[in-house]
């Protein structure tokens, strides 16, 4: 044992480490989804073929090999979702901030969100950050336009040909209405949710924006980051969670934290 200790370079426990980061960041990624049980699939897979080689099954053994040796092929396809998560947040630089909002402008989204949930009507916001959503810009129709509360409620009543769908806003200006986003396919959301609440988290799931969306059913209103839904019970609890989210005290010092996982 301690002969094994003694051949133990640094490289290898440097190895161990990554190796270990690596794969506790993918489960951190496919938590909570359908992946779970596809990657719960591919391991029975791998049991039998290892039971038929022990039985010497032969034609099964065939079988499993050949279903196993497209195996790189077949996660490709089958996790592409949580492949292209993965490699959106390695491609995140912890140098980079996020385009921070001015209070002013957070301020008309509260204003606008508050006044659209007292009176029943759904809205999907999209604040943009450093994920593109670009390929969601053009699914919508183009406004860029100056970001106010009066804007924003005039799009989401709905009389309006540009209710359905999510308003996305970036470096305070609205740049498309009407957008549509992704639904999620997590089993475990709650049946209580919509499309609207789907596709905050949809989107959540595979960008970094901050989203929140109004309940015309119960008025309630919800942040939504990470794939991770929290309700907004007042308009105190809105505020200070976008300000912190947007307005960091510490500077740069924050993007730091939260590449961390500090904060």
Do not use: C
């Amino acid at each position: 044992m301690l002969d094994s200790l003694n051949l133990l370079r640094w490289q290898d426990v440097l190895d161990i480490l990554i190796v270990a980061f690596i794969f506790h960041q993918l489960m951190a990624i496919i938590r909570g989804t359908r992946s779970v049980q596809m990657v719960v699939g591919l391991l029975v897979v791998g049991l039998v073929y290892f039971m038929a080689s022990i039985l010497d099954l032969v034609t099964l053994q065939w079988l499993l090999q050949t279903f196993l040796s497209s195996l790189f092929l077949i996660i490709v396809i089958v996790f592409q979702q949580d492949i292209r998560k993965a490699l959106t947040q390695v491609g995140k630089s912890p140098f980079q901030r996020s385009v921070d909002m001015a209070e002013k402008e957070l301020d008309e989204i509260i204003r606008a969100v508050f006044y659209l949930s007292k009176r029943r009507i759904g809205a999907l916001i999209v604040i943009e950050r450093d994920t593109g959503l670009r390929e969601f810009i053009e699914s919508g129709f183009q406004l860029d336009a100056k970001l106010s509360k009066e804007l924003l409620i005039s799009i989401f009543m709905p009389v309006s040909p540009l209710h359905d769908g999510g308003v996305i806003i970036y470096k305070g200006r609205i740049q498309t209405a009407g957008s549509i986003m992704p639904l999620s396919q997590n089993p475990y959301i709650s049946k209580r949710f919509g499309t609207r609440h789907r596709a905050a988290i949809g989107l959540s799931e595979e960008t970094d924006a901050v989203i929140i969306v109004v309940s015309e059913e119960t008025q309630e209103i919800s942040l939504v980051q990470h794939g991770a839904l929290t309700a907004m019970h007042d308009e105190l609890t809105l505020t200070n969670t976008l300000r912190t989210i947007f307005l960091p005290k510490n500077g740069s010092s924050a993007g730091w934290k939260q590449w961390l996982g500090l904060s």
